[in-house]
């Protein structure tokens, strides 16, 4: 990593030049992070089925069927037979671009001399919208945790907080904890990405390596209901704790009432009609 | 434990004994929980216990705790031996809602967030949704040198009413009085430019929703010096004033230490030495190619945190007058990126029941198009779509590093929305902060942290 | 005539109605009750751009005990709705609620999970403010408002008869989702 602050511009060029349609999405030149949104936005909302071959290869979380969100009654718009894949970018190839790659080997390195291979630890890494994404596999993630944090050429020292993403249809890894790094020292930023199935949510906690996460943990139990194995106190943070359920789930309703005004009738937002 | 020394407390009849929330270490230890009830037979209960130890319960309703945070205090006479905060009682589920609206109607609900500051949190979801639709560098010159315009107005108002709830905290109601009045200068501003005091949801996905009105910009400069005046009364008011300075120099002690590994950022970590600005360090909205310092202090206490936040203010008046001259230099232009398919349709008007659509707006969609009045209403009721993928955008927050975490998975509306809200983490600080102290201590410690609880609750 | 003829001058005559109801209206005093935004709004109603003293109202107190009025301002979520209704019940009575702002008043844009919909859930309301969050003026009014109908509150028996003949006019009237015709 030669020079930290050329990055961010070279990046927006290639982004730039990603969205005109001349840059070769597959083939990044060395040096400029990849972006993945010509190919998200091909897969994921022109409803094209992802094509592994021909772009990056994307990740498909979900299928969704129809237009409006209904099942019910006959289809009169047509849009009823429309298949639409819902596709998160996926694994990024080399050279990541900016400092991307240089990170990814200090972390290489750095777990291989702990005793720990790269690809045990890491499933995948993801470069997207200049940012890099490491999916980390739960066992080893305090180890990637810790070698983030302690490296002197990594330091990855602000732990900016845990948050919690549900996938209800991305079968065996239904809940997403997604970690938040940044580097004060060298300005850099990582995010690390764990996703465990909804039957067994353990994940082991990092508040031992970040403090800060202490409440974070507990929100994203609170809201998510990942158990955060080795957390000091899980209780509820947001919620009464005598809550049933975990809110911001995407299978718990919203609980809107309906509003009722001189005989209009409005529904919650989340049973009305939509355009997803 | 607790069952059993309730058990034991309500077999000899003791009125409202029941279980604590002491940890398993002290289970020897008799307890008991008091809730109302004369203070006099708390006394009389707690002597016949042959038990100093009392645990407190300060809030939610109380009125030197910043809003409705609930401090658990454990006290050995005036001193804490343990602090702890329960949250949550403004929890509104705003991140749930955001999921069921389309990203133009998001601005309206996160800027309920942190309602102190606004067009932060505006500004921190506008980005994170630029980033994901690819747009960031079309969004006109003009509207980011307007949003960072409202964001520093908003940062010295914000940390005005932090210095006046502080003041008002401590008892001394002409800090507060001051603080507010100078406020009230910066929310005409606000008014004349959104419309509105607070809440404002004037940033939007590709720009501002419109631009600002004519003299705003004289208007705006004759009111810093107006606020000027009140912050150099305030400072004169708070920093050479011996019994605040009594109350707050070396309270509230937070070392750098301490800060890096909560988390905590903002004028706390700052007054701890470190001058981590992501306005410097990781700069957004072109903050690069603005010229202001970032104050710092080495004491890591209450009174440091004030001359931070008093100094911030100036230095944010810096910034809102070389952008009130990039303004003057820009000259009139777009505040919304060109490309229709995003741009929210917003000619608004003053009207005679309020703000809304332009008359001329709407007969020109009504009357000559019927594609532009189908287009206007796909977008409003349908929304534009956002490639899938995940965005984290941070920025510079009165009270920290705000985070706006933003998954998308190509339709009209938020997969997921999260913000990393910094009142939330520094308010983790506070049994480091407290614990050792006097009671009187906390509330100092409280206010110097600054947290609202709009924000750590959302 | 009546007494008023007989009497020396310097009295004057009223009910123990109205006499009851201009010292409760004057000086009523709020409790400290911020929740969310319009908290804010109302301590910017007790500085001096807005000045709420004016009215004899500038007292926040901090204990329940020693308040007549509490303006809920802010949204009320189900975790504070028994701490919201226990400062309810540690007021003394005669006691007035305000609640401010639409999500105090009906949940407002938060139709959700967390947040009650509507203060009127758990504490009865005396009088109901719109606005996201409302103006300080808008308060003010609201106060003034509630001031005049704290003033001729009727006593006693015509308490009761007052408040049966509301009762019956509203058992009268046709129910808000019976209504038809345009939403104003």
């Known amino acids: 990593m030669s020079d930290a602050t050329d990055a961010p511009r070279e990046a927006k060029d290639a982004a730039?030049?990603?969205?005109?349609?001349?840059?070769?999405?597959?083939?990044?030149?060395?040096?400029t992070p990849q972006t993945a949104t010509e190919a998200a936005h091909e897969g994921g909302s022109q409803n094209l089925p992802a094509d592994p071959g021909a772009r990056?290869?994307?990740?498909?979380?979900?299928?969704?069927?129809?237009?409006?969100?209904?099942?019910?009654?006959?289809?009169?718009?047509?849009?009823?037979?429309?298949?639409?894949?819902?596709?998160?970018?996926?694994?990024?190839?080399?050279?990541?671009?900016?400092?991307?790659?240089?990170?990814?080997?200090?972390?290489?390195?750095?777990?291989?001399?702990?005793?720990t291979a790269f690809d045990d630890a890491v499933e995948k890494v993801v470069v997207d919208r200049e940012e890099l994404t490491l999916f980390v596999r739960r066992e080893h993630l305090v180890t990637v945790c810790?070698?983030?944090?302690?490296?002197?050429?990594?330091?990855?020292?602000?732990?900016?907080?845990?948050?919690?993403?549900?996938?209800?249809?991305?079968?065996?890894?239904?809940?997403?904890?997604?970690?938040?790094?940044?580097?004060?020292?060298?300005?850099?930023?990582?995010?690390?990405?764990?996703?465990?199935?909804?039957?067994?949510?353990?994940?082991?906690?990092?508040?031992?390596?970040?403090p800060g996460h202490d409440w974070h943990e507990r929100e994203t139990w609170d809201f998510f209901g990942i158990v955060f194995d080795g957390h000091p106190g899980l209780a509820r943070i947001e919620m009464p704790d005598d809550w049933p359920g975990h809110p911001q789930r995407k299978d718990y309703p919203l609980g809107g009432i309906p509003v009722e005004y001189k005989g209009a009738h409005i529904p919650p937002p989340d049973t009305r009609r939509s355009y997803s | 434990?607790?069952?059993?020394?309730?058990?034991?407390?309500?077999?000899?009849?003791?009125?409202?004994?029941?279980?604590?929330?002491?940890?398993?270490?002290?289970?020897?230890?008799?307890?008991?929980?008091?809730?109302?009830?004369?203070?006099?037979?708390?006394?009389?209960?707690?002597?016949?216990?042959?038990?100093?130890?009392?645990?407190?319960?300060?809030?939610?309703?109380?009125?030197?705790?910043?809003?409705?945070?609930?401090?658990?205090?454990?006290?050995?006479?005036?001193?804490?031996?343990?602090?702890?905060?329960?949250?949550?009682?403004?929890?509104?589920?705003?991140?749930?809602n955001m999921e069921y609206r389309t990203w133009s109607q998001g601005p309206t609900f996160c800027t309920r967030m942190d309602y102190l500051a606004s067009f932060f949190q505006e500004t921190a979801f506008c980005l994170g949704v630029e980033r994901l639709l690819g747009i960031a560098d079309d969004v006109p010159e003009r509207a980011t040198v307007i949003r960072v315009l409202m964001m520093e107005l908003n940062r010295i108002s914000s940390h005005l009413v932090c210095l006046a709830t502080g003041g008002n905290e401590l008892g001394a109601t002409t800090i507060?009085?001051?603080?507010?009045?100078?406020?009230?200068?910066?929310?005409?501003?606000?008014?004349?430019?959104?419309?509105?005091?607070?809440?404002?949801?004037?940033?939007?996905?590709?720009?501002?929703?419109?631009?600002?009105?004519?003299?705003?910009?004289?208007?705006?400069?004759?009111?810093?010096?107006?606020?000027?005046?009140?912050i150099r009364e305030l400072e004169d008011l708070m920093l050479g004033n011996p019994i605040y300075k009594g109350r707050t120099v070396g309270v509230g002690h937070l070392s750098l230490a301490g800060c890096m590994a909560l988390g905590i950022t903002g004028p706390v970590l700052r007054s701890a030495g470190l001058p981590y600005d992501l306005r410097k360090a990781d700069p957004y909205c072109g903050y690069e190619t603005y010229d202001f310092d970032v104050p710092t202090s080495t004491d890591a206490d209450s009174f440091s945190r004030t001359?931070?936040?008093?100094?911030?203010?100036?230095?944010?008046?810096?910034?809102?007058?070389?952008?009130?001259?990039?303004?003057?230099?820009?000259?009139?232009?777009?505040?919304?990126?060109?490309?229709?398919?995003?741009?929210?349709?917003?000619?608004?008007?003053?009207?005679?029941?309020?703000?809304?659509?332009?008359?001329?707006?709407?007969?020109?969609?009504?009357?000559?198009?019927?594609e532009a009045l189908i287009h206007h209403f796909k977008i409003v009721t349908e929304g534009f779509r956002v490639p899938a993928g995940q965005v984290f955008q941070a920025v510079e927050h009165p009270r920290g590093v705000l985070g706006?975490?933003?998954?998308?998975?190509?339709?009209?509306?938020?997969?997921?929305?999260?913000?990393?809200?910094?009142?939330?983490?520094?308010?983790?600080?506070?049994?480091?902060?407290?614990?050792?102290?006097?009671?009187?201590?906390?509330?100092?410690?409280?206010?110097?942290?600054?947290?609202?609880?709009?924000?750590?609750?959302? | 005539m009546g007494i008023e003829e007989a009497a020396p001058s310097g009295f004057l005559l009223t009910t123990l109605e109205k006499a009851v109801g201009l010292t409760r209206k004057a000086s009523m005093w709020p409790v400290t009750f911020g929740l969310a935004c319009c908290a804010i709004e109302m301590m910017a109603a007790g500085t001096p751009r807005f000045d709420l003293s004016r009215f004899g109202m500038e007292v926040f107190r901090a204990s329940p005990r020693q308040a007549d009025l509490m303006i809920v301002a802010g949204r009320v979520s189900q975790?504070?709705?028994?701490?919201?209704?226990?400062?309810?019940?540690?007021?003394?009575?005669?006691?007035?609620?305000?609640?401010?702002?639409?999500?105090?008043?009906?949940?407002?844009?938060?139709?959700?999970?967390?947040?009650?919909?509507?203060?009127?859930?758990?504490?009865?309301?005396?009088?109901?403010?719109?606005?996201?969050?409302?103006?300080?003026?808008?308060?003010?009014?609201?106060?003034?408002?509630?001031?005049?109908?704290?003033?001729?509150?009727?006593l006693g028996v015509n308490r009761e008869a007052a408040a049966r003949a509301a009762e019956e006019a509203a058992l009268r009237a046709t129910p808000t989702s019976e209504m038809k015709g345009l939403l104003r």
């Open chain 1, 16 to 31: 730039a030049a990603a969205k005109a349609g001349d840059g070769p999405v597959g083939t990044p030149a060395a040096d």
């Open chain 1, 56 to 115: 990056a290869q994307l990740d498909v979380v979900a299928v969704r069927t129809g237009m409006f969100g209904s099942a019910q009654g006959g289809d009169t718009s047509g849009y009823g037979g429309l298949v639409r894949t819902i596709a998160m970018p996926g694994p990024s190839e080399r050279p990541y671009g900016g400092y991307f790659d240089e990170v990814v080997d200090l972390l290489a390195e750095v777990l291989g001399e702990g005793g």
């Open chain 1, 146 to 210: 810790r070698a983030l944090r302690d490296d002197q050429d990594l330091r990855f020292e602000l732990g900016l907080g845990v948050s919690g993403v549900h996938y209800p249809h991305d079968t065996g890894r239904e809940l997403h904890a997604v970690y938040h790094l940044y580097s004060v020292t060298h300005s850099r930023r990582v995010r690390l990405e764990v996703a465990v199935p909804e039957e067994d949510p353990h994940i082991p906690s990092s508040v031992a390596v970040y």
């Open chain 2, 1 to 96: 434990m607790s069952s059993t020394t309730s058990s034991a407390h309500g077999a000899q009849g003791t009125p409202r004994a029941a279980g604590s929330i002491v940890d398993d270490g002290v289970e020897d230890v008799p307890s008991f929980e008091a809730t109302g009830g004369d203070w006099s037979e708390i006394a009389e209960e707690a002597a016949r216990l042959g038990e100093e130890r009392i645990v407190v319960n300060m809030g939610p309703q109380h009125p030197s705790t910043h809003g409705v945070l609930r401090l658990m205090l454990e006290i050995d006479g005036e001193t804490v031996t343990e602090a702890r905060c329960g949250i949550g009682y403004l929890h509104t589920g705003i991140e749930k």
């Open chain 2, 176 to 230: 507060m009085t001051t603080g507010f009045t100078a406020r009230e200068e910066i929310l005409k501003i606000f008014e004349l430019v959104t419309g509105l005091r607070m809440n404002h949801a004037y940033v939007r996905p590709g720009g501002v929703v419109q631009d600002i009105p004519p003299g705003a910009l004289d208007t705006i400069r004759e009111a810093l010096g107006t606020m000027r005046g009140y």
């Open chain 2, 307 to 370: 001359v931070l936040r008093i100094e911030e203010c100036y230095q944010s008046m810096r910034i809102v007058e070389q952008a009130l001259d990039r303004l003057q230099a820009i000259g009139p232009g777009p505040v919304m990126v060109a490309d229709k398919k995003i741009a929210w349709p917003a000619q608004l008007a003053i009207g005679s029941d309020g703000m809304g659509n332009s008359l001329d707006h709407i007969r020109t969609i009504m009357g000559t198009s019927m």
């Open chain 2, 404 to 458: 706006a975490h933003l998954v998308s998975d190509g339709g009209t509306r938020p997969y997921r929305a999260h913000f990393r809200d910094p009142s939330f983490n520094n308010l983790q600080g506070v049994s480091l902060m407290c614990e050792g102290g006097q009671v009187a201590d906390v509330v100092v410690a409280v206010a110097a942290l600054d947290p609202v609880l709009g924000g750590v609750d959302r």
């Open chain 3, 79 to 154: 975790k504070m709705a028994p701490v919201v209704r226990q400062v309810y019940d540690q007021m003394a009575a005669p006691k007035w609620v305000l609640s401010m702002g639409v999500c105090a008043s009906s949940g407002g844009m938060f139709n959700n999970y967390a947040i009650v919909q509507g203060v009127d859930h758990i504490v009865p309301v005396d009088i109901y403010l719109p606005g996201c969050p409302p103006r300080p003026e808008m308060l003010l009014n609201a106060i003034l408002t509630l001031h005049e109908q704290v003033r001729n509150e009727p």
